[in-house]
Nanobody
Framework: QVQLVESGGGLVQPGESLSLTCAAS????????MGWYRRLQGNQRELVAT???????TYGDSVKGRFTISRANAGNSVYLQMNNLSPEDTAVYYC??????????????????WGQGTQVTVSS
């Protein structure tokens, strides 16, 4: 199977920065795209940022110019640099891996995976 492990959440003050890391592990052959989504108060899920195998990035409107997504580790890790954070960024952030090709008992399987979520709180 494939696991996504997130790290880097926490409590910061408005205007400060925070970075999130997500590492995928398992018998992975390739990952089409990785990204971050967040669940806001009221249970609404929102796109934060995604990056695909060509390093094409997509950002949610509310984070453009403040957040930067990047990939490393042969595409199996994704980082999110968050600058100039505001209380409106407070949410649980979830890592997503889309189009994961991995091996199970020697057979290739394609599936999507989610991390367990990490809390980001911005408050003075």
């Amino acid at each position: 199977q494939v696991q996504l492990v997130e790290s880097g959440g926490g409590l910061v003050q408005p205007g400060e920065s925070l970075s999130l890391t997500c590492a995928a592990s398992g018998s992975i052959f390739s990952i089409d795209a990785m990204g971050w989504y967040r669940r806001l108060q009221g249970n609404q899920r929102e796109l934060v940022a995604t990056i695909d195998w060509r390093n094409t990035t997509t950002y949610g409107d509310s984070v453009k110019g403040r957040f930067t997504i990047s990939r490393a580790n042969a595409g199996n890790s994704v980082y999110l640099q968050m600058n100039n954070l505001s209380p409106e960024d407070t949410a649980v952030y979830y890592c997503n891996a889309d189009g994961v090709i991995y091996y199970n008992d020697g057979y290739p399987i394609t599936n999507d995976f989610w991390g367990q979520g990490t809390q980001v709180t911005v408050s003075s």
